[in-house]
């Protein structure tokens, strides 16, 4: 068992409690056969049924419907209390033509790889320049 836990919430009306569930198999087995082997960084993930509450302490990866930041299909964030949280807009995924799912796996890997948000890399081009890139797994 990994030490880090996600709660798979949909809080999507565009698809059914059923569709984010087949997912999340596939999530976890990147996860723990992909993700875990070249980072070092494992967790267990859990579908939360709508009427319920995430796990306390547990980061949230939230299915959402339409984004709320112009032209992102997902991002990743922090809760109220400081843990990490995804979010993946399956609505705008659907209506772009795009898979939910490749969002899904985006976010939560780039969620495990960086919680806080925090972490860059300097690219030094001189003694007195560079340029700084936020560390993300996934994008190029």
Same mark, same amino acid.
């Given at each position: 068992?990994?030490?880090?836990?996600?709660?798979?919430?949909?809080?999507?009306?565009?698809?059914?409690?059923?569709?984010?569930?087949?997912?999340?198999?596939?999530?976890?087995?990147?996860?723990?056969?992909?993700?875990?082997?070249?980072? *070092?960084?494992?967790?267990? %993930?859990?579908? !939360?049924?709508?009427? @319920?509450?995430?796990?306390? /302490?547990?980061? #949230?990866? +939230?299915?959402?419907d339409d984004s709320?930041?112009?032209?992102?299909?997902?991002?990743?964030?922090?809760? *109220?209390?400081?843990?990490? %949280?995804?979010? !993946?807009?399956?609505? @705008?995924?659907?209506?772009? /033509?795009?898979? #939910?799912? +490749?969002?899904?796996?985006?976010?939560?890997?780039?969620?495990?790889?960086?919680?806080?948000?925090?972490?860059?890399?300097?690219?030094e081009s001189s003694?007195?320049?560079?340029?700084?890139?936020?560390?993300?797994?996934?994008?190029?």
């Amino acid at each position: 068992m990994a030490n880090i836990k996600i709660a798979v919430i949909n809080a999507s009306t565009v698809l059914k409690d059923s569709d984010v569930k087949a997912v999340v198999p596939a999530l976890q087995t990147q996860v723990h056969r992909d993700f875990a082997a070249a980072w *070092g960084i494992d967790a267990d %993930l859990t579908v !939360v049924a709508r009427d @319920s509450k995430p796990t306390a /302490g547990s980061w #949230w990866l +939230v299915i959402l419907d339409d984004s709320d930041q112009a032209g992102a299909l997902g991002y990743h964030d922090l809760t *109220g209390a400081g843990l990490p %949280l995804g979010k !993946v807009f399956a609505g @705008s995924d659907l209506k772009l /033509g795009y898979q #939910w799912t +490749v969002t899904a796996s985006h976010e939560l890997l780039e969620m495990l790889a960086d919680p806080d948000i925090n972490l860059t890399a300097f690219v030094e081009s001189s003694d007195k320049a560079g340029v700084l890139y936020a560390y993300e797994v996934c994008d190029a």
